[in-house]
């Protein structure tokens, strides 16, 4: 069976550490990483984007893209895709053909950074 595990944290304080204190965490996170690479059970992982980068599609018909991860309480995470776009309008536009296949979803657009352990992250035009 799969899982996803989503790591929730304060965003203002992963923020406010320094490159030393990240690089400590994600080498603390590399041995924990270590344990189910050995037994062939860790897939892709990721860290989002900032949430000030995020936008979300809602409304009826076409819908509104926000700035913001605004989802209703009533919603939960129920399933996310990685994709490879070129920038932000190609991303709005791959989701809205994804609510035009299930209009009653709201979807969340966010820049990812993949991380492949024992690999330094990628950089990516999203960050830009």
Same mark, same amino acid.
């Given at each position: 069976m799969l899982y996803a595990i989503l790591a929730y944290h304060v965003e203002a304080e992963v923020n406010s550490w320094s490159a030393d204190e990240d690089a400590a965490l994600m080498a603390n996170l590399r041995k924990?990483?270590?344990r189910l690479n050995q037994v062939?059970?860790?897939g892709p992982a990721a860290r989002l984007g900032e949430t000030v980068k995020a936008r979300t599609l809602r409304g009826p018909g076409e819908g509104m893209?926000?700035?913001?991860?605004?989802a209703e309480t009533k919603e939960q995470l129920l399933g996310f895709y990685i994709v490879d776009l070129?920038?932000?309008?190609? #991303?709005?536009?791959? &989701? @809205?053909?994804? !609510?035009r296949a299930n209009p009653s #979803?709201?979807?969340? &657009? @966010?820049?990812? !950074?993949l991380?492949?352990?024992?690999?330094?992250?990628?950089?990516?035009?999203?960050?830009?």
């Amino acid at each position: 069976m799969l899982y996803a595990i989503l790591a929730y944290h304060v965003e203002a304080e992963v923020n406010s550490w320094s490159a030393d204190e990240d690089a400590a965490l994600m080498a603390n996170l590399r041995k924990a990483h270590e344990r189910l690479n050995q037994v062939g059970k860790l897939g892709p992982a990721a860290r989002l984007g900032e949430t000030v980068k995020a936008r979300t599609l809602r409304g009826p018909g076409e819908g509104m893209m926000i700035d913001g991860p605004f989802a209703e309480t009533k919603e939960q995470l129920l399933g996310f895709y990685i994709v490879d776009l070129p920038d932000q309008d190609a #991303a709005a536009d791959a &989701v @809205r053909h994804l !609510r035009r296949a299930n209009p009653s #979803a709201v979807y969340e &657009v @966010r820049p990812i !950074r993949l991380f492949i352990p024992g690999s330094p992250f990628p950089e990516t035009a999203a960050e830009s």
